[in-house]
């Protein structure tokens, strides 16, 4: 079966940083999306991985290591704007469904 | 359209009714996923649509759910016999078949069941 684990909520401050980490345990892998989810709206894209590394997009990166089954979701220079809800969602093989994580609900403090 | 669309954006029912959610995918997108989203949780998978495969309906929680997609556009998510534990907001996404690419969200379907 399919497993995603993401930290159920984190506080940070205004300019900092925050990094949110997402394990899984799927049968097949075949990339790992961010979507950033504010309350009441329907999530949105913000990043993808399917090979190791580190992608960058901005303030916001994503880290992917297949052996170790993790992912992280760096967010920089944090603006009050970011607080939202961040899910981390896997596909485990080609053609088959997006599994999504329970998501991680950040709040960012002035 | 430009976007997902789905109606209706609100829907309230008696327990005990049938309802019906209509997702509008992207034009071209051949992949199709309903999700249900309760009040500060994840995303629960019930079925996913690829062209004209059989649909995975490995998440539907129970047999009163089920979908269809007419001429691999346009999908209906029915839920009979309606419970007040179906209250949650339906979410429609489509994509494109090719890896890599990112499911779009509809804004949803808000179902009470009083």
């Known amino acids: 079966g399919q497993n995603i684990d993401q930290p159920t909520e984190m506080t940070a401050t205004e300019g900092a940083i925050v990094q949110i980490n997402c394990t899984y345990q799927?049968?097949?892998?075949?990339?790992l999306f961010w979507y950033q989810q504010h309350a009441g709206e329907a999530p949105t894209f913000l990043s993808y991985?399917?090979?190791?590394g580190l992608e960058e997009k901005g303030r916001f990166s994503s880290f992917l290591s297949r052996s170790k089954g993790y992912s992280y979701l760096l967010l920089k220079e944090l603006q009050m704007k970011d607080s939202a809800s961040y899910l981390c969602?896997?596909?485990?093989?080609?053609?088959?469904?997006?599994?999504f994580g329970g998501g991680t609900r950040v709040l960012v403090k002035p | 359209g430009a976007g997902v669309s789905q109606s209706p954006s609100n829907k309230v029912t008696e327990k005990g009714k049938d309802v019906e959610l209509r997702c509008d995918p992207i034009?071209?997108?051949?992949?199709l996923y309903w999700y249900r989203q309760s009040l500060g949780q994840g995303l629960e998978f019930l079925i996913y649509?690829?062209?004209?495969?059989?649909?995975?309906k490995s998440g539907l929680p129970s047999d009163r759910f089920s979908a269809e997609r007419t001429g691999g556009s346009v999908s209906t998510l029915t839920i009979q016999r309606t419970q007040q534990e179906d209250s949650a907001v339906y979410l429609c996404?489509?994509?494109?078949?090719?890896?890599?690419?990112?499911?779009?969200f509809g804004q949803g379907t808000r179902l009470t069941v009083v």
């Open positions: 996404a489509s994509s494109l078949h090719v890896p890599g690419t990112e499911a779009f």
């Open positions: 799927t049968s097949g892998f075949n990339g």
């Open positions: 991985n399917v090979l190791d």
């Open positions: 969602a896997v596909r485990p093989a080609a053609g088959n469904k997006l599994t």
């Open positions: 034009s071209g997108h051949t992949a």
């Open positions: 649509f690829q062209g004209n495969s059989a649909p995975d």
